[in-house]
């Protein structure tokens, strides 16, 4: 019975964030817009001087815009989860018979939708630019999952850094980094196009990996190990920032 | 009974407008002083820019009959810096504006024109910290200025002259939009394609042939190319037919003038408009 209480309270939350989405339309604009501009850009104004080794520069920069633009959705993930306990109404829903991880788990649903929407977009608008991706059913099924394991991953870890940073501010600080990540990674060049001392940063960072699958599954590159690699980061950052994100809710409110 | 003597107030002269725009300069720059997250713009913003150019994308980057890609980058970053002095006046102006500050100078015995003369000139100072800033991260890449005194020093006043053109546009962006949050998503709006599209960080010859024109035709193009030429960084602009970009000092000089004869008309009269409300 209560694993259906749980549910049903993280559903309202859901709902609630959604519905803030909905009004935010300037948020949600900027979340979806951002990374389809430099999509454009990175294709049609850098494209043609980078040497990437492929023929297409939009068959090599997809998978990393699409990355990009998760990074974006779970920013504001951390922004609305740190407006949250700033302004209060996390005290208020303290006093109501509902499970205390049913208000985080609402913000990264609604996260994970949000990013998925945008996402839907954002590889729309790379066929309309010339994106041809060579895989299979199984293979898009694959990647399409491995996406939503990213976007799940760093929702949780986004939230886990609103409770930690209590204001809005110092999580819109937080989304900085988040967003710094894949432009040190395989997504926009290669890694072995660095210079040696920023190889092994981007070479071993969570994102490459992430990067680097979704590239064999969608063009046929090598994947080598990326794959274990990136399920095991996405995975093990899931499961840590999970327990973490529910340790600080309850550490937090329970003040 | 004595008759009651009135003692006359002194009139108050009103102060010239090189001394209000003075005034109101030092204290657009006290701002600075006391909040010194303003200069984050043309301090850490391109300085990442610069990095992340120079080192992350620099590395797959060609540039058109060779040539180092960190001197062909500083000019463009230099540029990009000025462009930015346009939204940081639009947003200083707005919030002036937002909370009755320009309200409280039409009550003093000054020139309305000072608030606007002061607010370009702190604009120009900060964006002058940018290409200070800009020029010693490129000195730490490996960026040289390698023609003669006399063209660097011309570089430098035509970087300048832009800037004070597109800080007109600035003023016009900041009297006509309420809040400084519509201030920067329209700013962002035009200067995203203004410093992207354009041969900044990508010779345009590399671009699709439906763009090249829009990039070469670019005011920045221009700019960026004759601080290139006159600092002796990248390759000339011969691989270019452009017109612009084979006369790209010149360009400069009439953007400079042209953009200015456009949009300080349209400033001031938004202004005017904005601050009798």
């Not at chain 2, 009135?6 to 009103?14: D, I, K, M, N, S």
Request: with cysteine; glycine share 8%.
């Amino acid at each position: 019975m209560s694993v259906a209480y749980a549910l049903a309270d993280s559903r309202v939350m859901v709902t609630r964030s959604l519905r803030h989405t909905v009004r935010n339309v300037d948020v949600m604009l900027t979340a979806v817009m951002l990374p389809v501009v430099l999509m454009l850009m990175f294709v049609y104004v850098f494209g043609g001087a980078m040497d990437t080794g492929t023929s297409e520069y939009v068959n090599y920069v997809v998978p990393g815009i699409i990355l990009l633009c998760a990074g974006f959705g779970a920013g504001s993930t951390a922004l609305s989860v740190a407006g949250d306990m700033e302004q209060g109404i996390i005290a208020r829903f303290k006093s109501m018979p509902i499970t205390s991880s049913a208000v985080v788990m609402g913000h990264v649903v609604a996260s994970v939708v949000r990013n998925l929407v945008a996402t839907a977009l954002v590889i729309g608008v790379a066929f309309a630019v010339g994106w041809r991706p060579d895989a299979t059913l199984v293979e898009w099924v694959a990647a399409l999952g491995l996406v939503v394991l990213f976007i799940l991953a760093i929702s949780w870890l986004s939230a886990a850094f609103g409770l930690l940073l209590k204001t809005v501010e110092a999580a819109n600080a937080f989304t900085f980094v988040l967003l710094f990540l894949p432009y040190v990674s395989s997504a926009f060049v290669p890694t072995n196009s660095m210079p040696s001392a920023l190889q092994g940063f981007a070479a071993h960072q969570p994102v490459t990996p992430v990067i680097e699958t979704l590239r064999g599954l969608w063009m046929g590159t090598p994947i080598d190990t990326n794959a274990w690699l990136a399920i095991a980061w996405c995975g093990g950052i899931l499961v840590l920032s999970y327990a973490w994100a529910i340790w600080l809710f309850r550490n937090r409110t329970s003040s | 009974m004595t008759a009651i003597q009135t003692e006359r107030r002194p009139q108050l002269a009103p102060a010239s407008l090189s001394r209000a725009s003075f005034a109101i300069t030092w204290r657009n720059l006290i701002h600075i002083k006391r909040q010194p997250e303003m200069l984050l713009d043309v301090t850490v913003q391109s300085v990442m820019f610069v990095l992340l150019f120079a080192y992350v994308f620099g590395g797959a980057i060609n540039v058109p009959g060779g040539g180092d890609y960190k001197e062909f980058l500083l000019p463009g970053i230099m540029v990009q810096t000025m462009i930015f002095s346009s939204a940081t006046v639009a947003i200083g102006l707005t919030n002036d504006l937002q909370k009755g500050i320009v309200d409280r100078f039409k009550s003093l015995p000054i020139s309305r024109s000072s608030v606007l003369v002061g607010r370009s000139i702190s604009s120009l100072i900060h964006a002058s910290i940018g290409i200070v800033v800009m020029g010693a991260t490129g000195l730490l890449v490996g960026w040289r200025i390698r023609e003669g005194v006399v063209d660097a020093v011309i570089a430098i006043a035509l970087l300048l002259l832009f800037g004070f053109a597109m800080i007109w546009l600035g003023i016009w962006v900041g009297s006509m939009m309420r809040t400084v949050e519509s201030v920067q998503g329209l700013m962002f709006t035009v200067m995203f394609p203004l410093t992207f599209v354009a041969n900044t960080f990508v010779p345009s010859q590399t671009m699709p042939d439906w763009l090249q024109p829009v990039a070469e035709w670019n005011p920045v193009s221009a700019l960026t190319q004759a601080c290139r030429e006159l600092w002796g960084n990248g390759p000339a602009a011969t691989t270019s037919d452009a017109w612009p970009l084979q006369h790209p000092v010149l360009m400069s000089v009439v953007w400079s003038i042209a953009l200015a004869a456009i949009f300080a008309p349209l400033a001031l009269a938004a202004f005017r408009r904005r601050s009798r409300d």
